[in-house]
């Protein structure tokens, strides 16, 4: 039996792993001020980088509707079961929209199976759950067991962020001013994760770019010994060098079997801002 994944704009899915599944992405929105705008469909994300450059100002980014779960739900085969992989709910509606899309649908057609699942993350969070999906539907999972599989990996799925600038937290209204500026003369950077429920948090706050970076790889370390079996999944806003070297330094300290590597979505850039980084992985407890 084929089982159609499916996720949402908060994700960020790298190249390799999207050519290798069939996932049907329903897109978020984002408002410019010189309109509204559908992410990866009416705006890509170099268009996005450069809007953000041209207006200096962040958009603010809504979530798919009802209708548009609705609609991606009722274009996969009604014989074909559906898992959607949605964004964290503490960030965003997102899940709370993919179900009543879901109800709807299954008022007209109540012999689907359509299972939404609350990711508790975001960006490469997602792409590594669409990971674990394509290696059970390897194995032949079927549609029940794959659910509580990516139930339990939900809970595994460690997330972490660094952030290299304040910027886009000030130019967004997430942060004051003054503290921004004082954090910039200080050289402060911010270290984040999220947390058990899927919100984000801040986890320590660092003096230098080298040091936050060391401490970000270190963090690793702290939620899992045993990375043999595992992969990385890693992201970056608009920093690819810096990116790549940062892997490379996760790879030569942590023996992970293999790794992703992609661009933050405008979403996960907007709150970041250049040269944010995002891995995910599972921690050690894993069945």
């Known amino acids: 039996m084929r089982i159609q994944l499916m996720t949402d704009g908060g994700a960020d899915i790298p190249e390799r792993l999207y050519e290798n599944l069939d996932i049907k992405v329903v897109p978020l929105y984002l408002h410019f001020s010189d309109g509204e705008y559908k992410s990866d469909v009416t705006l890509d994300l170099a268009g996005y980088h450069q809007k953000v450059k041209e207006l200096k100002e962040l958009p603010r980014s809504a979530a798919p509707s009802p209708n548009d779960f609705y609609d ?12 959607m992989l949605s964004l964290s709910k503490e960030l965003s509606s997102t899940y ?4 009543i899309g879901k109800t709807m649908l299954l008022e007209e057609e109540p012999e689907r199976k359509i299972e939404v699942i609350n990711t508790k993350t975001a960006s490469c969070g997602i792409s590594l759950l669409l990971h674990e999906a ?4 390897d194995e032949d999972y079927p549609f ?3 659910v509580k599989h990516l139930r339990g990996r ?13 910027e886009n937290l000030v130019l ?6 003054v503290k921004g500026k004082i954090a910039k003369t200080l050289n402060i950077k911010i270290l984040m994760r999220a947390s058990d429920e ?5 986890s320590e706050k660092v003096r230098g770019d080298k040091k936050s970076i060391r401490r970000f790889v270190e963090q690793i370390g702290d939620y899992t010994k045993n990375a043999e079996e595992k992969i990385i999944s890693m992201t970056h806003c608009n920093d690819a060098e810096r990116a790549k070297q940062v892997l490379s330094d996760i790879r030569s ?3 992970f079997k293999d790794s992703y590597l992609t661009d933050t979505g405008p979403l996960i850039s907007t709150y970041g801002g250049e040269g944010a980084l995002v891995i995910a992985f599972f921690k050690d407890n894993i069945k």
């Open 96 to 99: 709370d929209n993919a179900i």
């Open 198 to 202: 899927g919100a984000i948090e801040v």
């Open 172 to 177: 967004g209204g997430r942060l004051d001013k």
């Open 154 to 166: 939900v809970d595994q799925t460690t997330t972490l962020f660094v952030l290299k600038t304040l």
């Open 144 to 146: 029940e067991e794959l």
């Open 253 to 255: 300290k942590y023996s």
């Open 134 to 137: 394509s290696v059970k539907l």
């Open 72 to 83: 991606a739900y009722k274009e996969v085969d009604p014989s074909i079961p559906i898992i």
